[in-house]
């Protein structure tokens, strides 16, 4: 007897959630990454047009 479709099935799919969640869990919060500028008005860090 082998193994079923469906314990390969959710094998798959746990071993993929498992990967988000452990990707999810190490990612830096989006506070760290975004730095902090007086000058920026967009949030990615774009300079004013009036700064230019």
């Known amino acids: 007897m082998g193994i079923s479709a469906r314990k390969i099935l959710f ?3 746990l071993s993929g ?3 988000i969640a ?3 869990l190490a990612s830096p919060p989006l ?3 975004a730095s902090v500028d007086e000058n920026a ?3 990615c860090g774009a ?3 009036s700064t230019r």
């Open 31 to 33: 506070s760290a990454v």
């Open 47 to 49: 300079p004013c047009p």
């Open 17 to 19: 959630l498992s990967l």
């Open 22 to 24: 452990i990707d999810h």
């Open 11 to 13: 094998a798959f799919l």
């Open 41 to 43: 008005c967009a949030p």
